[in-house]
């Protein structure tokens, strides 16, 4: 079976734009979290959805959105970039257990 | 509500020698602990998990982790560290419902000397 799959893998945005990541989760997975990884914050959640549905969602301003397609595929949006996105983005799936599949990430780069 | 708290921001070990990245837990419930590694520029990767079945898990590359509740510990060890063991690891927590979100302590970071 194929992984999580993240795109772009890399992206560079200006202050003020916004991005939008991609995800697809493995093959029969219907949950998907999002994370954002920094150095000084490490591994903070941002948002799980499951059957199209945002089941939870972590503590990040309302620039952060994401939605999850019929086909399980997820994206999430940023809004009015600003320097302090600038972190790892990663994606993780799983089907009905406790443990998650994470993707290689996106990284992006607001300057 | 689950914390996770990994001891040590850094351990250094020489390679063939023994690895153990301490993690300690707070949690409400019953909790299910898993260890995640990630490699520089790559995602996590999923070593071992606990759900309450056995307390000594075993895991891939040679990890195992041992559920003490009595010291509410969930440390990971190896017998022999190889060079590519060095990478981040991630100590997280969940509840057994598994419908909320993971908790992940802050990383500890392996170095691996030859």
């Known amino acids: 079976k194929a992984g999580v799959t993240q795109t772009p893998r890399y992206l560079i945005k200006t202050r003020g734009q916004q991005v939008t990541l991609s995800c697809s989760p493995i093959?029969?997975?219907?949950?998907v979290s999002w994370y954002q990884q920094t150095p000084g914050q490490g591994l903070q959640f941002l948002f799980e959805?499951?059957?199209?549905?945002?089941?939870n969602k972590g503590n990040f301003p309302g620039r952060f959105s994401g939605r999850q397609f019929s086909n399980s595929r997820s994206e999430m949006n940023v809004s009015t970039l600003e320097l302090g996105d600038s972190a790892l983005y990663l994606c993780?799936?799983?089907?009905?257990?406790?443990?998650?599949?994470f993707g290689p990430g996106t990284r992006l780069t607001v300057t | 509500a689950q914390s996770v708290t990994q001891l040590d921001s850094h351990v250094s070990v020489s390679e063939g020698t023994p690895v153990l990245l301490r993690c300690n837990y707070s949690?409400?419930?019953?909790?299910?602990l898993f260890w995640y590694v990630q490699h520089p520029n790559k995602g996590l990767q999923l070593l071992l998990k606990?759900?309450?079945?056995?307390?000594l898990v075993k895991g891939i590359n040679g990890f195992e982790a041992e559920f003490k509740k009595s010291e509410t510990s969930f440390h990971l060890t190896k017998p022999s560290a190889h060079m590519s063991d060095a990478a981040e690891y991630f100590c997280?927590?969940?509840?057994?419902?598994?419908?909320?979100?993971?908790?992940f302590g802050k990383g500890t970071r392996l170095s691996v000397i030859a």
């Open positions: 959805y499951f059957s199209e549905t945002q089941r």
């Open positions: 606990y759900t309450s079945a056995a307390t």
């Open positions: 093959s029969g997975h219907r949950s």
């Open positions: 949690s409400s419930y019953s909790p299910s």
């Open positions: 997280v927590v969940s509840v057994p419902s598994g419908n909320t979100p993971l908790v």
């Open positions: 993780a799936s799983r089907l009905n257990g406790f443990e998650q599949y």
